[in-house]
């Protein structure tokens, strides 16, 4: 009788402990996107008012050029924090150092399914919005889509900035830019880190964070309450 008893209580309590368990994870999640916010201020007030390029400080070319660490698939492997743009307002850097606000505690496995989180994979759970391929003409934080050097933008070229997404979780991307579902591409299921939706935590462009439902249905401007693309 007792052992039935405690077994109810633990069928009771423990999905409520796993859902408090989560809300700390997405609470250390935003905790994280706000810092990088705070970096990336710091940034635009040392450079003009510019971003940080889609090229890395040694020439690599991705969206990850922001924030990280090395990471175990190339070319990430020799990718430090040294050679991201605002690793110096994050840490002390170096080609050892780990970045742990480029790490989201719900990062669990990255797209490629090698068993291995995204931060593991790539160095960082987050990414910037920078467009710098020649298919998907959306307007980011590049200068064009179609510049070989990818040069960033500045943030008066922004024109809504509380709705412009600047920085956010892969996931966000496969819904933004290529209006992706789990039904049509299932390994997005393993990017939605957060309570199995499509809500990540996500940085706009006039500096404030929130957790934001993204909608597949949306185009990358008409989304009630944010844009990845700066001209909406």
Same mark, same amino acid.
């Given at each position: 009788?007792? /052992?039935?008893v405690?077994?109810?209580?633990?069928?009771?309590?423990?999905?409520?402990?796993?859902?408090?368990?989560?809300?700390?994870? +997405? /609470?250390?999640?935003?905790?994280n996107?706000?810092?990088?916010?705070?970096?990336?201020?710091?940034?635009?007030?040392?450079?003009?008012?510019?971003?940080?390029?889609?090229?890395?400080?040694?020439?690599?070319?991705?969206?990850?050029?922001?924030? %990280?660490?090395?990471?175990?698939?190339?070319?990430?492997? =020799?990718?430090?924090?040294?050679?991201?743009?605002?690793?110096?307002?994050?840490?002390?850097?170096?080609?050892?150092?780990? +970045?742990?606000?480029?790490?989201?505690?719900?990062?669990?496995k990255?797209?490629?399914? =090698?068993?291995?989180? %995204?931060?593991?994979?790539?160095?960082?759970?987050?990414?910037?919005?920078?467009?710098? =391929?020649?298919?998907?003409?959306?307007?980011?934080?590049?200068?064009?889509?179609?510049?070989?050097?990818?040069?960033? /933008? %500045?943030?008066?070229?922004?024109?809504?900035?509380?709705?412009? +997404?600047?920085?956010?979780?892969?996931?966000?991307?496969?819904?933004?830019?290529?209006?992706?579902?789990?039904?049509?591409?299932?390994?997005?299921a393993?990017?939605?880190?957060?309570?199995?939706?499509?809500?990540w935590? =996500?940085?706009?462009?006039?500096?404030?964070?929130?957790m /934001?439902?993204?909608?597949?249905?949306?185009?990358?401007?008409?989304?009630?309450?944010?844009?990845?693309?700066?001209?909406?």
């Open positions: 009788m007792v /052992i039935a405690i077994a109810i209580l633990a069928g009771l309590l423990l999905p409520a402990l796993a859902k408090a368990k989560e809300k700390a994870r +997405v /609470i250390q999640c935003l905790s996107i706000r810092q990088v916010g705070l970096a990336s201020s710091l940034y635009l007030a040392d450079h003009n008012d510019r971003y940080p390029p889609a090229k890395t400080k040694n020439g690599t070319l991705t969206q990850l050029s922001w924030v %990280g660490n090395t990471g175990r698939r190339s070319p990430y492997s =020799t990718l430090s924090a040294q050679e991201r743009w605002l690793s110096d307002y994050l840490v002390k850097a170096s080609r050892e150092v780990k +970045v742990e606000v480029a790490r989201c505690p719900s990062d669990r990255s797209y490629l399914g =090698t068993g291995n989180s %995204g931060y593991e994979d790539f160095g960082s759970s987050y990414l910037a919005n920078l467009n710098f =391929t020649f298919i998907n003409q959306i307007q980011t934080l590049t200068l064009s889509a179609t510049d070989p050097d990818a040069k960033s /933008i %500045g943030l008066s070229e922004v024109v809504s900035p509380s709705r412009f +997404v600047v920085f956010t979780s892969w996931g966000a991307y496969w819904i933004g830019w290529h209006h992706w579902e789990v039904s049509t591409t299932p390994e997005l393993d990017l939605m880190w957060h309570w199995k939706s499509y809500r935590n =996500t940085l706009f462009s006039d500096g404030h964070s929130a /934001i439902k993204f909608d597949p249905k949306s185009s990358d401007t008409n989304a009630p309450n944010y844009s990845f693309d700066r001209r909406y």
